[in-house]
């Protein structure tokens, strides 16, 4: 009590390091500190035991040649790479209109109706479904009821089934960003809702649904489990399309998946390396995304 | 004659009839659209039963309960016991090492610990561990995370081996221990995802009348935030039991495939996706029904943890 301050006011308000209330609140921080480091570990580690492993099998042949035969070594993966670019390009070519035109609906035409508010939950709903359910329902629908085989075809159905839910909320949420003042504006000069929709609504949200996509395209690159019973895999060059949009063909989420679990060096080396691509894919889609996603047209 | 002069004054001609056709077909597309993707979720769900069908007359609710899985012609027997309580169990280990880490990483990131500019990238860094792909965490979970707990699970195995959970010495190999661990680091971005999301958006009136009534920091957090934001916490954490239940790549990696209901968690077990997984490419008949009917239960579990999510995290906007 010997400065002036304690004295005008009677009591202290100042923090004392060393009281149980202080020290409770120096535990929790560093606890908390704690479980922030512990969380980005695992993302360390992952990142790094991919890139040490993968690095090391980057060249050329790795893009230009077939997986090589069990028990040899040489050889790439460029087969499961270009199946990967036909089945998800597949998949966004259903995903990305049905996706926009529905989003379309929910936030121009709808008006927040019961329907609006159904198909928003449907939405939901339809983006916690397992990938492997997604996986299940392209067999039971187009496999064994023989519409196409294993196939390019029912693994792009697959994929787009799972990158739906996430375009339409995208597409839905950069609509409803773009100012009213702008729907007005075209409707006042005589537009109707198709143009204003197409010619002044859908171009001003573009950057921020070409965000979305982009991360839906990244994340369907990704996806194992709805591909392991649709586009099966294939140790061969696929056909030209659109023949070989119905054979079995391979991809590099399969390949991971199929070469991780044999006992050869060769294999586990190319598994890898496709690791160390989809890893790369998701870095560069992920920062790209948030750069993108600062550029606004209003 | 008025018309036409309001036309030249406007610059805008009559609206033709096939143009406002055009323009209702739009309307009308769209909504067709809208209402498809309800129609996706609904033939899901009716696909997968059709197809089950045969497996579920045979077997009804015994299919449940039972815990043979054995596909030989001649003498088929399934029951989807021994996977569901592996999916039940593997999500709980998940769970339980997931919760404590979510919540402090979002009480980290929610809260002014460290300064904006650097919370921002550290956010990003938690979402970027979401959208790894699922094998990848499995093929690193087969040559780097099996060895490296393999210490810690003989520890458990020595010091803890009288709780029944760890009664069993390690294989050193996969098991429900490692997968759980995984899970635990898939389920971890959704869970400080919607626990940062449900602190940030309280009212900044509660933390100030709080502190203000003299409060430290993490008075305030136990007493104030955490109690206001609970329903939204809880939200986040089904809907990571829903993702956890449905991950298939990295658990069917590493939790070894075995059919057979251990209590310890180092024993290796089988998840419902892993089994599709596993067996799907290559089944015919019977079998297939039978593992239809289980993508039917996993899909039920699935939805049911997801509906509920998804109306708690609802709630929780309504409140404030």
Redesign the interface.
Known sequence: MSNLEPQRTGISLK?KPGSP??L??TF??V??????I???I??F??LI??AI?GFSQLNLSLFTELPPPPGLSEGGIANALIGTIITVLLATAIAV???V??A???S???GGNK??Q??R??????S??????????A???LV?SGIVGFSAIAGGFALA?LM??TI?RTTDEALQIVPQDVRWAAFG??A???QT?LKVVLPAAIPSILTGVT?AV??A?????PL??TA?FSNFWPSVPPKGLLEPIATL?VL??NF??VPFKPQ?EL??AG?LI??LL??IT?VTA?WASRQKTY | MTAQLSNRQTGVGIRSESEKTFNKGFIGLTLAFALGIGLILFSIGAVITWRAWPAIQTFGFGFLVNSTWNPVQGRESYGALPIIYGTLVSSLISLVIAIPLGVGTALFLSEDFIPLKFRTPLVFLVELLAAIPSVVYGLWGIFVLIPFIQPFALWLHETLGWIPFFSTPPSGGPGMFPAGIVLSIMILPIITAISRDSLACLPPDLRQASLGLGATRWETIFRVLIPAAISGIVGGIMLALGRAMGETMAVTMIIGNVNRISISILEPANTISSLLANQFAEASGMQVAALMYAALVLMILTLVVNIVADYIVSQVKAKY
């Open positions: 923090k209330r202080s409770f609140d929790w921080t606890i908390a500190s704690l479980c922030m512990v969380t980005l695992p993302l580690a992952v035991f991919v492993q209109p049905f996706g035109l529905a379309v609906y929910l121009e035409f709808s329907i609006a159904w198909v939950f449907a939405t939901n709903v339809l916690g479904v397992p990938s492997i359910i997604a996986g299940i329902f067999f039971g629908l064994s089934v739906l839910p339409v000069i005589g109707y809702n198709y929709v991360l990244a994340r690159a990704g996806e194992t489990a392991i019973f099966l989420s991971v998946y991780a679990t586990q598994a890898w690791s989809l890893v998701v870095l992920s948030r």
